[in-house]
């Protein structure tokens, strides 16, 4: 059977995977806070002919060989931990992180924690700021049943004024977390990350604070997918299914035509 039938379904193969990253980005396109992801190829094992480097005379050496290749594969499918753009809202419990290592940290129950860069937050009916799905912001945060508005500092102090006075009243202090490698987060849908032993352990602390980056209130991240380059990535995609489908048929001509030999 040809090499070239295997290698060409493996380029199928991971083309088809290259399609299914594409078009989840622009699924995601409006999506708060989404990190695109790219599909990353790599090239299979090579069945080697001729050894470059072989001797083939005492004083002279084979300068390349013969090495044939065996198709392609995927082999990871990074987020770009880029910035979005920002939109400006009027929601007092819209904030945006500053920069692009750092995350907001929400409680998912089990005492396990995960992280988001979604910024759209809410009140429950405990008073407790919550996201969009109903996971506790952490550390939790309760704004008073009689609060008259809610303020974020650039540092995350969270404020809120009581009534008709004047003064501002101190209630919660938000805490961000980033990791030495983001990329390396489990995705886990609904806008959250895990940590994995890739990403490391998460480096906490309060915004604009050693490393940290500031916070912004009555505004929210957008995702950073580019349309255009998505729908460059994916007549790419394209173009590189249908170039190993013809692959696959050249192939399947030439074994028509061993097949029709006869004396």
């Known amino acids: ?35 695109k992801r790219r599909a990353d190829f790599e090239d299979l094992m090579y069945q080697i002919y001729r050894e470059p480097g072989a001797p083939i005379e005492p004083d002279s050496l084979v300068p390349n060989g013969v090495q044939v290749g065996l198709g392609t ?5 990074p987020s770009f931990m880029v910035q979005g753009n920002f939109q400006i809202t009027d929601g007092p419990l819209d904030w945006a992180i500053v920069d692009d290592n750092g995350f907001f940290q929400v409680n998912i129950g089990n005492g396990q924690i995960a992280y988001t860069r979604g910024g759209s937050w809410q009140i429950d009916d405990q008073g407790q700021i919550v996201n969009e799905d109903g996971y506790l912001l952490e550390p939790a945060i309760t704004v008073p049943s009689d609060a008259q508005e809610i303020q974020l500092s650039p540092t995350g102090v969270v404020s809120v004024r009581i009534s008709d006075e004047t003064e501002l009243q101190e209630i919660g202090q938000l805490e961000l977390a980033r990791f030495i490698n983001p990329a390396g987060l489990r995705a886990v849908g609904d806008r959250l990350f895990l940590e994995t032993p890739a990403s490391g352990e998460p480096i906490t602390g309060a915004p604009g604070e050693d490393g940290m980056p500031q916070v912004r209130q009555n505004v929210i991240e957008m995702s950073n997918v580019q349309v255009v380059e998505e729908m460059v990535e994916m007549i790419v995609a394209q173009r590189a299914y249908e170039a190993n489908s013809k692959g696959i ?4 001509d030439l074994l028509r035509i061993a097949n029709g030999l006869k004396r």
């Open 1 to 35: 059977m040809l090499r070239s039938l295997w290698t060409s379904a493996s380029g199928m193969i991971a083309q088809q995977t290259h399609l299914d990253v594409v078009t989840h980005n622009l699924a995601n396109v409006n999506t708060q806070g989404y990190k």
């Open 249 to 252: 048929q050249t192939a399947d």
């Open 73 to 77: 594969r995927v082999t990871s499918t």
